[in-house]
């Protein structure tokens, strides 16, 4: 008895586990992403492996900042370094000549320039260092500049004399021209040597900023520095020597009468400044109007020309005729510099309002040159 209740109990397990295994289902697998069982006997597939990560992204330079919010293809962002430099990025453009570089100054230290790499600015190379008479290089639409300081006492030490050339017209004539203005006439021939010794022999041509700053002893010139200035804008300028100013890429300076001629420059390595708007005449007593005139009258005239020129800075006053009034009225309507016709070198401490010059004449070839500029 007790062996078939035994069978019986065996035989109801049996029963109620294959009612247990019909009632389980059993996942088939599928290939991920396409819902496809996978054949019988085949490995599972694994879980794809390509999906998208996040990158990290390296935050833009202040340089490259401005490069990105500009549309102009030739723009160069210019970085400026060096120990004490705090002065910010600056868009110019490649090919171009710099424009509005900073003039940085600290106490007890004198700027000394701004250069392409930090071996020039620790060696003071003359002939490497850059300002606005300098063409814009880049590379990759950006380039850094790199500033060099020089003591007080160094400054000093250099006892620089920086010559401003002054030149009125020109002559294709070798044996010049005749009559009373005979002097003023420089042989282009002799420009052309002037200007190619000068470009080659590495002279710095500082700016008028540069000269204005030197003077109060808070920039460094090297002695091998020159101004190259004309006169009236005559027409010779124009049709001789600027071509020449082209050719050899040297920086000069034309001061223009705007009550006679308002012309554009001729080419980038002419600047525009103020010979007066209409003060070069004589006044009653045989001087020019310059000392013949208030300081409000002369004021009034400077404000004439620079709305022309679109600056003021520097003028060169008419037949080298100045006095105090003068000197008021040119402060007075702004402007930094005043330009005589007195021989001499500008120097550290210099009158900013009497700069004297060196004067170009006729006859005056390429040895006269260099004794006048080293």
């Not at 794809?48 to 990560?53: A, E, H, V």
């Not at 996040?54 to 210019?78: I, R």
């Not at 060696?123 to 003591?151: M, P």
């Not at 002419?270 to 007593?285: K, P, Q």
């Amino acid at each position: 008895m007790r062996r078939r209740r035994t069978v019986a109990a065996l035989g109801a397990v049996g029963v109620i586990g294959a009612i247990v295994a019909a009632i389980i289902v059993v996942p088939r697998l599928v290939t991920p992403g396409t819902g496809e069982p996978v054949a019988d006997g085949q490995p599972a597939p694994s879980a794809p492996t390509d999906l998208p990560t996040a990158t990290p992204t390296t935050p833009l330079t202040a340089a490259q900042q401005l490069l990105a919010g500009s549309t102009d293809p030739a723009a160069c962002a210019v970085t400026f370094t060096g120990d004490g430099i705090s002065d910010q990025p600056a868009l110019q453009t490649e090919g171009g000549l710099y424009a509005d570089l900073p003039l940085p100054s600290a106490d007890g230290r004198v700027f000394a320039g701004w250069y392409t790499t930090a071996q020039d600015a620790a060696a003071f190379t003359t002939a490497q260092r850059i300002n606005e008479s300098r063409s814009v290089a880049c590379t990759d639409r950006e380039v850094t500049l790199f500033a060099s300081w020089k003591t007080p006492e160094e400054n000093a030490a250099e006892n620089a004399r920086i010559p401003i050339l002054m030149y009125h017209q020109f002559t294709t004539s070798p044996g010049g021209e005749e009559g009373w203005l005979r002097g003023n006439y420089a042989y282009i021939g002799d420009f052309d040597a002037h200007m190619a010794y000068i470009a080659s022999d590495g002279f710095y041509l500082p700016t008028w900023r540069e000269l204005g700053a030197f003077i109060d002893g808070e920039v460094f010139l090297p002695n091998h520095s020159v101004i190259v200035t004309d006169d009236d804008a005559d027409q010779t300028w124009f049709d001789l020597a600027a071509p020449v100013v082209e050719k050899y890429k040297v920086m000069t300076t034309s001061f223009m009468i705007t009550a006679w001629r308002q012309d554009a420059a001729p080419n980038p390595y002419v600047l525009r400044r103020s010979h007066t708007h209409d003060m070069h005449r004589a006044g009653d007593n045989g001087q020019g109007r310059m000392v013949n005139s208030s300081a409000d009258e002369i004021a009034a005239d400077l404000e004439m020309s620079a709305s022309v020129l679109g600056v003021k800075e520097v003028v060169a006053y008419p037949f080298g005729h100045y006095n105090d009034v003068t000197k008021h009225g040119v402060a007075q309507a702004g402007y930094e510099m005043g330009r005589t016709i007195e021989p001499g070198y500008v120097s550290i401490g210099s009158d900013k309002l009497a700069l004297p010059v060196q004067r170009v004449n006729y006859g005056m070839g390429l040895d006269a040159l260099v004794g006048m500029i080293g």
